[in-house]
C-alpha cells in the first residue's frame, strides 16, 4: 500500500520560502513519477512541478517555473518542492502525488489523471 506523507507548509509572508517534504512508503519509487499539486479554495486542482523518480527528469507549471523546485533524496523516499519567492496567489493545500511512470512522459507529468496515489495535503498560506 503505497503511502504519501506531506509535511512543511505553514504561514509565510509574500517574498519568504517554505519547503514541502512528501515521504513516500509502500514501494519502491525508482520506477515512479511523483508530482505536486495545489488547490486554491473555490478553484480546481493544478498541476505545480513533477519529477520522475530514476531519470530526475521535472516539469513545472509556468506560473512556478524559476521559483519553485521539485527534487527527491533516494536514500529517504523522499521528494521535496523548494518554494522561493512566495506570492499570494500560491495560498492553497498543496498534494504530493505518485505514479508508475510506465507510459508517462515529461509532456503527460503534468496530467492530474496520471497520478494514483495522493497524500492528505498541507496548507501553505502566503500573507501579503
Known amino acids: 500500500q503505497v503511502q504519501l506523507v506531506e509535511s512543511g507548509g505553514g504561514l509565510v509572508q509574500a517574498g519568504g520560502s517554505l519547503r514541502l517534504s512528501c515521504a513516500a512508503s509502500?514501494?519502491?519509487?525508482?520506477?515512479?513519477?511523483m508530482g505536486w499539486f495545489r488547490q486554491a479554495p473555490g478553484k480546481e486542482r493544478e498541476f505545480v512541478a513533477a519529477?520522475?523518480?530514476?531519470?530526475?527528469?521535472?516539469d513545472y507549471a509556468d506560473s512556478v517555473k524559476g521559483r519553485f523546485t521539485i527534487s527527491r533524496d533516494n536514500a529517504k523516499n523522499t521528494v521535496y518542492l523548494q518554494m522561493n519567492s512566495l506570492k499570494p496567489e500560491d495560498t492553497a493545500v498543496y498534494y504530493c502525488?505518485?505514479?508508475?511512470?510506465?507510459?508517462?512522459?515529461?509532456?503527460?507529468?503534468?496530467?492530474?489523471?496520471?497520478?494514483?496515489?495522493w497524500g492528505q495535503g498541507t496548507q501553505v498560506t502566503v500573507s501579503s
Open positions: 502525488a505518485a505514479t508508475n511512470s510506465l507510459g508517462i512522459t515529461i509532456a503527460t507529468m503534468r496530467l492530474i489523471e496520471k497520478y494514483v496515489y
Open positions: 509502500g514501494r519502491t519509487f525508482s520506477s515512479y513519477a
Open positions: 519529477i520522475k523518480w530514476r531519470a530526475g527528469s521535472t
